[in-house]
Structure formats: structure tokens, C-alpha cells
């Protein structure tokens, strides 16, 4: 698409522009008019993985040191719609799958299936999957949630660390004793309620899940809703995605809970007008996490960052991860 049949707003051709297409056998060629007006484009590879017992969908751009980007609730690939390709054009491979239960990823059953230690074998798994011995890991709300998990659990695999608006599961436990914190976290508890949930999401064109991202500044186009909304419609999507709360607060018999100090240089970023996350969340214990690098705070970014202030947090992400293009590790491309 040249330059010249590009019309509407620019999250309208942002949108159109990082729909993957269809047939998962076709390779879509993207062109992002938020940077750049030329015909210059850039590869959007879209498959499965097998990771275990699930297949994971993911989207796939560029060449280099390989980064996975995890989503959080209630997302699902296309929340780094506004990260891929600047990151891909940085020098990086990126990979943003859809984690399990979520869109058009497996949606196993039960509560068992989404505990921390089986979501972070999943990035495990997928990192491998996609040739790489190991990686550069983004996770954003409960991706980063997924990824401090993995960091503790597999820290082979995770050569930098970079969490967006996501509290170290020690913060957030010491968090949760809060009166302040437990009123931002009530969905936590309101999600333990068997079934209820499942309907009440689904009222009013997914209103509930429409919601949570209300606050976002710039707002979210209707035509991004729209993406979110078939995303939540898949079969099986709202409960899997009720399930991690599940997991999370009441953990099933024989999850691994155990907390390990994590090895991998990390940076934290931090909106400072989160609805749902205290700021003295941010920063983790230093016995915890002792390679902080730092956290970065931007002071007016809400709980959605990545999409208030997608420039910034780009930015952030390839200086931080710079480091990777002189330490690369052998990696395939795995078709």
C-alpha cells in the first residue's frame, strides 16, 4: 500500500495496517504511516507454535537478537501493535504471541492449566520453538507478571528483563495488605466467583472488559475496541482469561509459588497514573532483583503505557536492549 491510498486517522491505518492476514500460510507486508511516509515495509510473519500441550499463535517481525513480548489482561498480541515494527526496524526479531488462553491460542480447561510456573514454561517453550537458545523479555500487566515468573523459573533463557506496569510478585503480596491497594484490586476477588464473571463479561459488547481500558490516553479507537472485542469472542477466551486470577489467588495443588532471586539485568517501567496498581508497586526488593537497573517513571502514562507514551517506552526498550546486538546468541529462524 503506497502512501497515496492511505486514508484516515493514523491509528485507523495503524489498525488496517497490522491486521495479519487470514490465511495463516500468507505473509503480510505492513507499513506503519506512524513513522514513516515512504514505501518502505516491513515483514509480518503470523503462525503457531507447539509449546507442550498448547499451541501458542504469535506475530513475528525483523531480524536480530530475538525479543518475545507478552501481553497483559485483556489483551492479546496487538496490544505491541505500536512497539513490532519500530523494534523490528531497531535491529530486533521480534515475537509477540497470544499467551494461552488468550484469542487464537489453545484454551485449555480448568484453572490448573493457567498457574505462573506453566505460563512461564510456555515463554520457555516458545523461545526455543522459535530456534533462539534465549531471549530479550517484555511482559506488560500480566505479561510481566508471566515474565518476572520466568526470569525466576528459567533464567537460561531470559538475557534482559524489561517489566511494564507489572509488581514483583513479593511487592504485590506486601501490596495486597493494603486497604488502598485491595480496593484497585477488587476484579482480583470479584473473578473467584464461580461462573458469574463469564456471563457478566460478555453484557453490553464486552462493556466489563471494555472497561479496564478506559483510561487510556489517547483513548482507544473504535476500530481497536473492535480488534479486542473478536479477540475476547473467541470460544473458551473469557474464562481462560478469568482462570490466571483463579490460579493466581487460590493456586492449585502442586503449583511452584517459590520466589527466586532473578539474575537478569531489569529495567522497570512505570506509569504513574496506573488505575488498578499503586505506584510504590514499582520498584522490587534489590534482594529480589539485584541487576535493577533502574525504574522508569512516567509520570503521566496510565496503567496502559505502551500505549499512552508508545514512543517513549520504544525507545527505553532499544536502548536497554542494545547491549544484545554485540552478545547475540546463535539463533535460527524457525519457519
Given at each position: 500500500m503506497s502512501a497515496q491510498q492511505q486514508s484516515g486517522t493514523p491509528r485507523e491505518k495503524a489498525d488496517a495496517i497490522m491486521k495479519p492476514a487470514e490465511n495463516l500460510t500468507d505473509h503480510a507486508l505492513i507499513n506503519d504511516p506512524l513513522t514513516r511516509d515512504d514505501d518502505h515495509r516491513i515483514e509480518l510473519r503470523e503462525g503457531y507454535a507447539q509449546v507442550g500441550d498448547v499451541k501458542l499463535h504469535y506475530v513475528e517481525a525483523g531480524d536480530g537478537p530475538l525479543?518475545?513480548?507478552?501481553?497483559?489482561?485483556?489483551?492479546?498480541?496487538?496490544g505491541w501493535r505500536l512497539q513490532i515494527k519500530p523494534l523490528a526496524e531497531a535491529g530486533f526479531r521480534v515475537v509477540a504471541p497470544d499467551m494461552r488462553g488468550y484469542n487464537l491460542s489453545s484454551k485449555p480447561e480448568g484453572i490448573a492449566p493457567y498457574t505462573a510456573d506453566q505460563l512461564a514454561a510456555d515463554v520457555r517453550g516458545l523461545i526455543q520453538e522459535r530456534g533462539a537458545e534465549s531471549g530479550l523479555l517484555v511482559g506488560h500487566d500480566w505479561g510481566g507478571t508471566v515474565a518476572w515468573a520466568t526470569a525466576m523459573n528459567h533464567p537460561e533463557v531470559v538475557d534482559r528483563l524489561a517489566i511494564l506496569n507489572a509488581a514483583h510478585p513479593r511487592?504485590?503480596?506486601?501490596?495486597?495488605?493494603?486497604?488502598?491497594?485491595l480496593r484497585k484490586s477488587w476484579y482480583f476477588f470479584y473473578f473467584q466467583l464461580p461462573g458469574l464473571p463469564e456471563h457478566h463479561v460478555r453484557a453490553d459488547h464486552w462493556q466489563f472488559f471494555q472497561d479496564f481500558l478506559g483510561d487510556a490516553r489517547p483513548a482507544y479507537a473504535p476500530e481497536e475496541i473492535e480488534r479486542y472485542v473478536e479477540a475476547w469472542s473467541q470460544p473458551g477466551a473469557a474464562a481462560a482469561m478469568i482462570n490466571y486470577y483463579r490460579a493466581a489467588v487460590r493456586p492449585p495443588k502442586g503449583a511452584k509459588t517459590e520466589l527466586r532471586p532473578i539474575s537478569a539485568p531489569t529495567l522497570v517501567i512505570w506509569g504513574q497514573r496506573d488505575s488498578y496498581l499503586g505506584p510504590e508497586l514499582a520498584e522490587p526488593d534489590r534482594d529480589d532483583v539485584p541487576n535493577l537497573d533502574r525504574v522508569e517513571r512516567l509520570p503521566e502514562a496510565s496503567h496502559w503505557v505502551h500505549h499512552d507514551e508508545h514512543e517513549r517506552v520504544t525507545q527505553l526498550l532499544v536502548d536497554f536492549f542494545a547491549p544484545a546486538h554485540t552478545t547475540q546468541r546463535p539463533q535460527s529462524s524457525t519457519p
Open positions: 525479543i518475545v513480548l507478552l501481553h497483559g489482561f485483556p489483551e492479546f498480541w496487538f511487592r504485590l503480596q506486601q501490596g495486597l495488605r493494603s486497604p488502598h491497594q
